[in-house]
């Protein structure tokens, strides 16, 4: 997986616009903040099921209600497309907790 820089980078930002690009840290991030602690802990293993299929882990955080998702590639040394496609399938899940 090589990392998106330029042009293909800026193209595969504007396919999730809810996400936050870190320039410094090469990343995405989104806050997620869910009606009680159940939602969000159901939205977080959906989360982690499709993690463990994709071999691919996001690094977040979570406080009762809300959580913190950050996408990055490791490996490549800053944002995939990869990275971009767990993105949206996350935003399907978590519905309009993401807005």
């Known amino acids: 997986m090589q990392k998106l820089e330029g042009p293909s980078l800026q193209q595969q930002l504007a ?3 809810g996400w936050r690009f870190d320039e410094d840290a ?7 903040v869910f009606k009680d ?3 969000a802990f159901a939205f977080m293993t959906r989360v982690a099921l499709a ?3 994709r071999n691919h882990h996001p690094e ?3 406080v009762y ?7 990055t590639t490791h490996d490549a ?7 971009i496609d767990f993105a949206l399938w996350v935003d399907d899940v978590a519905g ?3 807005t």
């Open 15 to 17: 396919r999730v616009p």
């Open 96 to 98: 309009d907790a993401g």
């Open 51 to 53: 993690a463990e299929q």
């Open 60 to 62: 977040w955080f979570n």
């Open 65 to 71: 209600n809300r959580v913190d998702i950050t996408f």
């Open 26 to 32: 090469l990343c995405i991030e989104r806050r997620f």
């Open 77 to 83: 040394g800053g944002l995939t497309e990869r990275d």
């Open 37 to 39: 602690f159940n939602e």
